[in-house]
């Protein structure tokens, strides 16, 4: 089991930058899907950005390609997502989650759905104006 707590939402203007952060705490030995998903009230969950735990290769929605980028510190155990030329339509609750049982090249493919997912973070407002 694992315990994630996202930071870093927040109001910026259009264009601005933001960066979140996911503090990953419990079992980290074993490897996990990652993933930073966002939610806008009354429609679905999107996936934004996908890395598996200690690797690099990342997915990215075509949304967000060239201005999001998902990264990892495995020192501490900490999922960031930098957020660069933000728009009114990023305007979301961002959303950590990590899957136990996602193969790893599934992942990075981006293949996994929301419901593949199963631990979630209590998510962080992000608000473009």
């Known amino acids: 089991h694992v315990q994630l707590v996202e930071s870093g939402g927040g109001s910026v203007q259009t264009g601005g930058s933001l960066r979140l952060s996911c503090a990953v705490s419990?079992?980290?030995?074993?490897?996990?899907?990652m993933a930073w998903f966002r939610q806008v009230s009354g429609k679905e969950r999107e996936g934004v950005a996908v890395?598996?735990?200690?690797?690099?290769?990342?997915y990215y929605a075509s949304s967000v390609k060239g201005r999001f980028t998902i990264s990892q510190d495995n020192a501490n155990n900490i999922l960031y997502l930098q957020m660069n030329s933000l728009t009114p339509e990023d305007t979301a609750t961002y959303y950590c989650?990590?899957?136990?049982?996602?193969?790893?090249?599934?992942?990075?493919?981006?293949?996994?759905?929301?419901?593949?997912?199963?631990?979630w973070g209590q998510g962080t407002q992000v608000t473009v104006s």
């Open positions: 989650a990590a899957g136990q049982w996602i193969p790893r090249s599934y992942c990075t493919a981006g293949y996994a759905g929301s419901n593949e997912y199963n631990y």
């Open positions: 890395q598996y735990s200690g690797d690099s290769a990342s």
């Open positions: 419990g079992n980290t030995d074993s490897g996990y899907c």
